[in-house]
């Protein structure tokens, strides 16, 4: 289950970014999508994810508020908006298909992962 992630940069803190994902050989109407980053040092968690038909989307505490997850399946592509990002947010995203959209994203346990996208949040 292949994906690109692209729309990393680097971001002023308060700035705002918005991530892509897209699925090479699947199809994000059959399966559940998910955010994770991963800073340096720590280990990759789970930021948000939407079900496969749009209708359920969850977030980690840190970013409920400030992040949308969005998805398009035209574009067989899922989105991430990052608003008023924080130091704290500087990592490297990863986007993942998983078998579903659950508080602890356990439906990406055995998930394969993107070469990811750079996010550096600094003045």
């Known amino acids: 289950l292949k994906v690109v992630e692209s729309g990393g940069g680097l971001v002023q803190p308060g700035g705002s970014v918005k991530l892509s994902c897209v699925g090479i050989?699947?199809?994000?109407?059959?399966?559940?999508g998910g955010w994770f980053r991963q800073a340096p040092g720590k280990a990759r968690e789970g930021i948000s994810c939407?079900?496969?038909?749009?209708?359920?989307?969850k977030y980690e505490k840190s970013v409920k508020g400030r992040f949308t997850i969005s998805k398009d399946d035209a574009n067989n592509a899922i989105y991430l908006e990052m608003n008023n990002l924080k130091p704290e947010d500087t990592a490297t995203y990863y986007c993942a298909a998983g078998s579903r959209c659950d508080p602890r994203f356990t439906g990406f346990d055995n998930a394969e992962w993107g070469p990811g996208t750079q996010v550096t949040v600094s003045s």
């Open positions: 939407v079900s496969r038909d749009g209708g359920v989307s």
């Open positions: 050989d699947f199809s994000f109407s059959s399966l559940h």
